[in-house]
């Protein structure tokens, strides 16, 4: 793996698709900027932040990569390609994902189509190294998981009652098939992160609700890829769940749990208390 740093640095940005808005010109840019290189000097410190997570794409071009470096080797071959988020005038650069290429390679047959970005582990990591993620890998919009758009809305009116406002679930694309059984198989590049990631993700665009709303995020899983590290703190991190207290830090009480099938569910109860 790169240098820990690195890592973080890259995570941060690419978790969340991250970048900038000019306020004088309007220019967007993927990656947070300091500066409009076309507006310079008087637009120093004034770029507002803004996030792609959510948005939908085309891929405008698209190649095989069937002899990667080290550590991507496990996920080949694979197709990478350039995304274009056309509302933002921006081109991004993702790898497919939820994909086996059995036939030969055609990339007219991909080429232009919808595409939606997947939270996902960027390359195979050991035991002991911190998961690498990204959302810079993408399924086509009309497969699968379809493209929601995400339209945050303020609550009509203010409720004591706890009650349930919105919710969704994620599981992997893969099958496998036992008899009368059907399992799902999580792809290469998945993990509990990266489901609960995806589930939250949908779970945001259902009930309309901004992640500074939220106040607890609770992650239950029997295969945590740490043993001590919590996962449902990088799941808030990648979603910007909790109030923002500044200075990029956010106030969300993030707890992961452990129990065979029920480890979610019974942080239900917990939730309204
Ligand atoms: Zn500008």
Redo the contacts with the bound molecule.
Sequence with gaps: MSSEPIERRVSYISDRLRGSI??????RYYKPRYY????GRK?VGKMEETSYLYSKGVLEVCTLIDDPTNKFKTLSPYIYGIVRIPEADIRIPARLTDHIQNTPFKPEEYEGREVVFRFRRRYAAEPHEIVPTTSLTFTFADEYYPYIPYEPKEPKEPSEKPGIVGYALYTSRFRIREGGMERSVPFLDEDSITAAVEAGKLALIQAALHGWKIKKIYVGTESNPYAVKPIASKVAQVLDLGENLGDGVRGVDAIDTEFACKAATSMFKDAVA
Excluded: A, F, L
């Excluded at 000019?22 to 220019?27: A, E, H, L, V």
């Excluded at 409009?36 to 507006?39: E, F, G, I, T, V």
């Design positions: 000019c306020p004088i010109c309007g220019k409009c290189p076309k507006c637009s």
